[in-house]
């Protein structure tokens, strides 16, 4: 099993449309989790921390289900500039240091048409 | 505040020649740097990861000789392609993290590599 999962994607919805990608991992002691977007031959820029059960930021809504192992991503009246790929970033934590380095998950395409 | 800057943004070289990749966190001190490789339509690929004033740390299958990492400051990395071939053509990203939460990194802008 990969450490990080995404939905493959690519996800098109029209402009409006409520949108959820889904990101599993294997690593049970990993505590924090984040959401990245990246535009089309850019640089990938922090969306969202997720510490705790999920965290909301206007119309993005993360949520982490710790039994299950996945956080989803919930994008709400989906905009045109919504459109990018989204990267589920999760740190590798391990036995003998609490962190040495962060996963990337593939990646979910996002595109959302007029 | 945490920019970090890249440079230079793309560069085309001939076959066997090195090229040096600059990464410069700037309006803060970088604890780590990390560069990754990314190819057309894949995510990111951690190369390896450095602290300043120690040697790079690599991922598996990547080779040190190859490319080679140097963090002389708080502030800079660079990274040297040697020798350099067309399937190291790529895209280049370098991240920097301060004190903070884990995993929250700041990216530069990506060096775009075409070797001919």
């Known amino acids: 099993r990969k450490e990080v999962e995404q939905d493959p994607g690519p996800f098109n919805v029209p402009e409006g449309a409520t949108v959820a990608f889904n990101c599993t991992y294997s690593n049970s002691a990993s505590q924090s989790f984040f959401w990245y977007r990246q535009d089309c031959r850019k640089e990938p820029k922090l969306l969202m921390s997720?510490?705790?059960s999920g965290n909301e930021d206007g119309r993005f809504t993360a949520q982490l289900n710790r039994a299950s192992q996945y956080i989803s991503l919930l994008i709400r009246d989906s905009k045109l500039s919504d459109s990018a790929t989204y990267l589920c970033v999760v740190p590798r934590v391990t036995m003998k240091t609490s962190y040495d380095k962060v996963i990337f998950g593939p990646g979910t395409s996002l595109s959302v048409i007029p | 505040g945490a920019v970090v800057s890249q440079h230079p943004s793309w560069v085309i070289c001939k076959s066997g020649t090195s090229v040096k990749i600059e990464c410069r966190s700037l309006d803060f001190q970088a604890t780590t740097m990390f560069w990754y490789r990314q190819f057309p339509k894949q995510s990111l690929m951690l190369m390896a990861t450095?602290?300043?004033?120690?040697?790079?740390?690599?991922e598996q299958g990547v080779e040190k000789d190859k490319f080679l990492i140097n963090h002389a400051s708080l502030t800079l990395s660079t990274l040297t392609v040697t020798s350099a071939h067309p399937e190291d053509s790529s895209f280049y990203i370098c991240?920097?993290?301060?004190?903070?939460?884990?995993?929250?990194?700041?990216f530069g802008p990506g060096t775009r590599l075409t070797v001919l």
């Open positions: 450095s602290n300043e004033g120690s040697k790079a740390t690599y």
């Open positions: 991240s920097a993290s301060r004190r903070g939460p884990v995993g929250e990194q700041f």
């Open positions: 997720v510490y705790s």
